[in-house]
């Protein structure tokens, strides 16, 4: 872009230093932003689970439920990770 100053010479005005809002970094900033919110709830669901299997003493449902909601946790974090390769690999082929 040029611009005119007051001593009617042109000048190029400088945008290097501006961030880059385009589409796909704008896209690819808010997913990284829901991918670690999502690794994070797996990760507290994990915890919650390790707890829950520690304080069940014994009683075989609740133990199945905190088997199963550990497992449940560990593959949402698994399918988290694998989602954010696919669309890491993908922005950069992309973009």
Known sequence: ?????TRM????LDY???PNHSP???????????FAITASIS??????????YITAHGDASATER????II???VGLVITMAAFSIVTFVIGKVG
């Not at 010479?9 to 190029?12: D, H, L, N, R």
């Not at 990760?43 to 919650?48: A, H, T």
Request: hydrophobic content about 60%.
């Open 1 to 5: 872009m040029i611009s005119i100053n």
């Open 9 to 12: 010479s042109a000048t190029i």
């Open 16 to 18: 290097s230093s501006l």
């Open 24 to 34: 796909g970094n704008v896209i690819a900033s808010i997913l990284n932003i829901v």
């Open 43 to 52: 990760v507290l669901m994990i915890v919650i689970g390790g707890m829950r």
């Open 66 to 69: 905190a088997r199963s909601t």
């Open 72 to 74: 449940y946790a560990v």
